[in-house]
């Protein structure tokens, strides 16, 4: 889900970012309808997207398997402020995550496919799908696990499409089977997550795309502790795992050098953390991302 830049054909990079405009495009008319119905919906969103971010970004180890890996979080966006929204602050948690070499500027629109629609949608549709013959807490977790398995099948298919094009489908099982080992776990952590919040934000009566009602400060409130949680939860996962498996790489960089042992990523993200490091890059932007959705995205909707 975090292809780098350079991966790609030119041709492959265009197609995929077709498609995310398209999505976002609609998303964007989507937010701004809602908005002007309901204004605490913009504060949501950024909020949710902040988590997203978060959750996207830190990676998991996964000591059997020598590897980590993190969830995409977009399946549980998609229940809170819909699936067209998700799409949207993938896309924008993608482009501040590309510098911090996660992903790529000419990568966004492949990983916003990958991530923001396949995703979003397809754990979205998991949800509605058992959200009437299930428990709310199962529906919501199968759409979590389901999200995130989809968004790495999607990834390798990408893969397979750009660099093996005369034998896809082998290598896109080739290359599924590179991701599915490590994330599989991460899958699992995704549905006890997203179950909970989502059981927690229905039982308090929030409002959702599930439930009505609620005041922008209890939301506010309760979204900040939901996301202290589950970076707590991320941070303190990480860090067993590390304790039993150091120096494990990411799954997405595993991957890519098994599907070009050749390449030697050199984006604007790389050189960025070899300039200042990675604590201080991770924090420069998170404060960047945070004050565009949360601030400067709201001003400028003021001034139209």
């Known amino acids: 889900m975090h292809i780098s830049d ?19 495009a609609l998303g964007l008319r989507i937010i701004n309808k809602r908005v002007k119905e ?4 913009l504060p949501r969103i950024a909020l949710i997207g902040a988590v997203v971010f978060v959750i996207s ?20 966006a998609s229940i809170i402020i819909g699936p ?4 949207v602050i993938s896309a924008i948690a993608l482009f501040f995550q590309s510098f911090i070499a996660h992903g ?3 990568t966004i629109g492949a990983n916003t496919f990958s991530m923001g629609i396949v995703g979003a949608f ?8 058992l959200r009437n013959i299930s428990p709310l807490w199962f529906s919501s977790g199968m759409a979590g696990l389901a999200g995130s398995i989809l968004t790495y099948l999607t990834t390798a298919f990408q893969l397979a499409l750009s660099l093996n094009p005369d034998n896809v489908m082998y290598y896109w099982k080739l290359y599924s089977i590179g991701f599915i ?54 941070a303190i996962g990480a860090y067993a795992g590390y304790m039993h498996g150091s120096n494990m790489v990411g799954i997405d960089t595993s991957v890519e050098e098994l599907a070009a042992p050749a390449f ?41």
Do not use: C
């Open 181 to 234: 080992p490590t994330q599989l776990p991460i899958a699992f952590a995704e549905f006890a997550f997203t179950a909970y919040v989502i059981r927690y934000i229905y039982k308090t009566e929030i409002k959702t795309s599930i439930s009505s009602g609620w005041p922008i400060d209890r939301f506010t409130f309760i979204s900040l502790s939901l996301m202290v949680l589950i970076a707590s939860a991320i």
């Open 57 to 76: 970004v830190w990676h998991i180890p996964v000591p059997v398997t020598g590897s980590s890996s993190h969830p995409v979080g977009t399946p549980l």
């Open 38 to 41: 309901d204004p605490v919906y």
């Open 104 to 106: 790529g500027l000419t």
């Open 264 to 304: 030697s990523p050199d984006g604007i993200g790389i050189r960025l953390m070899a300039l200042i490091g990675e604590p201080l890059g991770f924090a420069l932007v998170g404060i960047t991302g945070g004050l565009f959705t949360g601030y400067f995205w709201n001003d400028l909707r003021r001034k139209k």
């Open 84 to 87: 067209f929204a998700a799409v």
């Open 6 to 24: 350079g991966i790609l054909d030119l041709k492959w990079i265009l197609f995929w970012y077709a498609i995310s405009v398209i999505f976002i």
């Open 122 to 129: 397809g754990g979205y549709f998991v949800f509605r799908i």
